[in-house]
């Protein structure tokens, strides 16, 4: 029953979009209806993957393999670690709030919008999940599809050149991404006489390391863009403030985090001469990224422009904390990316609460919203300050860790993203107090209705994750420990190896194996 957990998880949503087809044209409150049971069910379903997760050890758990066209060497192969398992129950867990959360913003075209909604949480969960490569590229590309849909026909009012945008850089660097792929394919086939695409076996396979630069770079180019590092960024921005909020929900709180974890589990283990390589210039894009993110989203006068600024600048932190190589960073970037989800998911869920109330998000409409709306200016509030990294909030727990991490690799590289905290305070902040503090100018804001049922229901869950993992992050973190700490022993082995240096690759092999 276990191992076909995730198999469950990937097609549970799916076969919802495909019952939502059946029902016919003209039935959207039932569509909406279906859409939101269909992903209860389904973040119940992953309520029992992170339970019966076994956190010491580094092995993929709940493995559901076979053969799908074994001529050629492709199987369906999933499983989840400590690097993955955070994020499957997190994108579980954020269909549901998104969804509901666009419960009375979305009145057209309503089936087809729960239909797009679903069936990305399928590509979603099936990039965490593969552990083969063919079938990886397989959910990596059909995730463009839904979330194309979902800006450009309920987007904003530039909607077709945001859409259109994600899709070209998104796909520029998947093309890359799969010739290197078939590369991979061929050269393992022709060096050991099995063609296969099973990301665990060619894990084991050695690359020359002037191959693994050249895989490196196509592989990274993808990731990259999807984070997005600086300076692939530029999409980003256009993507979030055209987007629909459930769309903005999950571009944030998900599908960035695709970027930072195909970086942990394909580029990491499988090209780690080229990672030592290309890591002094990789944390130094991610160090400007921080900076510079922080810097624009000042300026910013709309509220969804500066949030969405500001991942730019969250994101330098977790591609930062990765490459410190070190088990604080590692750990650090892991638990980081939860966070964010957390933290910017619920920002962008109020921006849109606020949007639907004044159908405006420039700053300067608004002023005094604590005195009108006070509920909704208190869970505001916390995000806002879980955001910048209050401590006691979750956002402190993963940047300190990697600052910490950031240090030991390099102490320059770690004072300035320090530099970044202090930023994200000053923009977050000073956003918060022209929005919500001071007297109601604006007669419009003076009418407002606070937080309702739904929307309590939306936010709550977000605000507990935000405090409880602040407070006491040891049950999240023991999830990933074991996990990173096995990645790091395993890149640097393999560094080791193609240096030539036996006697410390087996030794560190051997304490890697102690692990699993």
């Not at 990886?136 to 599809?145: D, G, H, N, Q």
């Not at 970027?259 to 580029?267: A, D, N, P, S, V």
Request: charged share 10%; proline share 3%; aromatic share 12%.
């Amino acid at each position: 029953m276990e191992s076909h957990l995730l198999t469950y998880l990937i097609f549970i949503p799916l076969a919802g979009a495909v019952v939502i087809t059946l029902i016919g044209k003209g039935r959207g409150e039932l569509s909406r209806w279906l859409a939101l049971g269909v992903s209860i069910v389904n973040f119940i379903v992953s309520i029992p993957v992170y339970t019966g997760f076994d956190a010491s050890t580094a092995d993929m758990q709940f493995v559901h393999k076979f053969d799908w066209v074994k001529s050629v060497g492709i199987s369906y192969s999933v499983g989840v670690d400590g690097i993955s398992i955070l994020l499957v129950v997190l994108t579980t867990l954020l269909m549901v709030l998104a969804i509901l959360g666009s419960w009375t913003s979305v009145t057209t075209k309503v089936r087809e919008y729960m239909m797009a909604m679903l069936l990305l949480e399928t590509g979603m969960i099936g990039v965490f999940c593969s552990l083969d490569l063919f079938l990886f590229y397989v959910f990596w590309e059909a995730m463009l599809i839904p979330m194309y849909l979902l800006i450009g026909v309920w987007g904003g009012d530039r909607r077709i050149y945001a859409a259109i945008k994600f899709v070209l850089f998104t796909l520029a660097g998947s093309l890359l991404m799969l010739i290197a792929i078939i590369y991979l394919y061929f050269q393992h086939g022709l060096a050991t006489g099995n063609y296969t695409f099973d990301l665990m076996v060619l894990y084991d396979y050695w690359i020359t390391v002037d191959a693994q630069y050249w895989l490196f770079l196509a592989f990274f180019l993808s990731f990259a863009i999807k984070v997005p590092l600086f300076p692939l960024h530029t999409w980003l921005p256009d993507a979030h403030v055209e987007a629909p909020t459930a769309g903005s929900v999950i571009l944030a709180g998900v599908l960035l985090k695709m970027g930072t974890y195909g970086i942990l589990r394909f580029c990491m283990p499988l090209f780690p001469s080229a990672t030592a390589h290309f890591t002094p210039m990789i944390m130094i894009l991610s160090v400007i990224g921080i900076v510079y993110g922080a810097l624009v989203a000042m300026v910013q006068t709309d509220i969804k422009k500066l949030v969405a600024y500001s991942s730019v600048s969250h994101l330098g932190f977790v591609v930062l904390g990765m490459f410190a190589m070190n088990e604080q960073g590692m750990q650090g970037s892991i638990i980081q990316m939860v966070n964010h989800g957390i933290s910017t998911g619920a920002l962008f869920l109020i921006v849109g609460m606020i949007y639907e109330r004044r159908h405006t998000r420039e700053i300067s409409e608004f002023g005094g919203l604590a005195k009108v709306i006070p509920a909704l200016s208190v869970v505001f509030m916390i995000a806002t300050l879980s955001s910048i990294g209050l401590p006691g909030l979750n956002g402190f727990v993963g940047e300190f860790l990697i600052l910490l991490g950031a240090y030991q690799a390099s102490t320059v590289l770690g004072v300035i993203a320090t530099s970044g905290v202090v930023l994200a305070a000053v923009y977050m902040l000073w956003m918060f107090q022209r929005v919500v503090w001071g007297e109601v100018t604006n007669d419009a804001n003076a009418r407002l209705e606070d937080l309702s049922v739904r929307e309590w229901i939306v936010v709550a869950p977000l605000v507990v994750l935000m405090i409880w993992i602040g407070v006491y992050s040891q049950p999240f973190m023991k999830q990933t420990e074991v996990s990173s700490k096995h990645l790091i022993q395993t890149v640097q082995a393999k560094q080791l190896r193609d240096n030539g240096q036996s006697v410390v690759v087996r030794d560190l092999l051997t304490e890697t194996a102690k692990l699993k």
